[in-house]
């Protein structure tokens, strides 16, 4: 009679984190980053539960959980051009909070991880043919040269926020913000090139394009299945995700010190700066997990560390 309502709130808490968005970079903790949890807990190998937010969480006022989100595939296009992406994973951690909001608490090094796409023609496609001379001399060079290849990777700059749990549970409606830029790379390209910044991200905010299959099992700290465990996880499969309203900056950093004349003619040929409604991101067959102890309330004011424990316990 007990446990029913509390597998509802983890179900619209979880469904809220079906956030996959989408491509993008960087490690967690140091621990965290080469972690590897078994069994129920295997999913979130970057959850920052030593942070001191989700610590600090009681099981009362603050009731911490761990969040996964994948996608095995999808695309983005920004302004004229349109990347095919491969596998990305989101993770964070949630406190969730007794006034109904939540609080997002990113790994310090980044949220997301993404595979490197590739840029359909590369750097012909994206800048050539061109009318300045600089330009032009590179493009010449370009022509059947493995020089010519352009890989983008989408960074986490900023932990995501605005999470709304309710959004995770319908269609058509923002679930989080999370800010990135677009790392750019290839020997005429330089090191520092980038569409999007910290100052001037891009904001991702994707939303459910149909209802994930919904699943739900319950398992004891260090991750072994147990029907009377206290931890739950709940899975939700199979969702489609797309946002199509965000804008992006144009390209910077971009030339080996060429005075933006190569920035110029990256924005120029793609279409940057772009508005919002002339691009969009899609992420495939997305897979969300959510973690987090059965009853908090009865472990407080402990709730955090004992989640922190049992997620180490499973680290092997």
Request: with cysteine.
């Amino acid at each position: 009679m007990n446990r029913f309502p509390r597998r509802a709130r983890l179900a619209t808490t979880v469904t809220a984190a079906a956030t996959a968005l989408g491509a993008l970079a960087s490690m967690g903790t140091a621990t965290a980053a080469t972690a590897q949890p078994g069994g129920e807990w295997a999913p979130f190998t970057r959850c920052p539960v030593d942070a001191p937010a989700m610590l600090a969480a009681d099981g009362l006022a603050q009731t911490p959980q761990c969040v996964v989100s994948v996608s095995p595939s999808g695309s983005i296009k920004l302004g004229k051009t349109t990347v095919v992406t491969g596998r990305t994973n989101l993770q964070m951690g949630i406190v969730q909070n007794s006034d109904g909001t939540s609080t997002v608490v990113a790994p310090p090094a980044g949220a997301i991880i993404a595979d490197s796409a590739t840029v359909p023609g590369g750097l012909l496609g994206l800048m050539c043919p061109s009318k300045v001379p600089v330009v032009t001399a590179i493009c010449e060079q370009l022509a059947n040269s493995d020089l010519n290849k352009i890989t983008a990777t989408v960074e986490s700059v900023g932990a995501p926020r605005d999470f709304d749990q309710t959004a995770g549970i319908l269609t058509d409606q923002p679930i989080v913000a999370i800010p990135v830029r677009i790392h750019l790379e290839n020997p005429f390209l330089g090191s520092k090139c980038y569409i999007g910044s910290k100052s001037d991200p891009i904001v991702l905010r994707p939303r459910n394009l149909d209802y994930p299959e919904f699943g739900m099992s319950f398992f004891k700290g260090d991750g072994t299945l147990a029907e009377d465990g206290e931890m739950s996880r709940i899975n939700l499969t199979g969702a489609t995700q797309n946002d199509s309203e965000f804008a992006v900056p144009g390209a910077s950093g971009c030339g080996l010190g060429l005075l933006g004349v190569i920035d110029a003619a990256v924005n120029l040929k793609t279409g940057l700066p772009s508005p919002s409604g002339n691009n969009s991101l899609t992420l495939n067959d997305t897979e969300t997990y959510l973690a987090g102890l059965t009853a908090p309330g009865t472990v407080a004011p402990d709730a955090g560390r004992i989640l922190s424990r049992n997620w180490h316990s499973a680290v092997k």
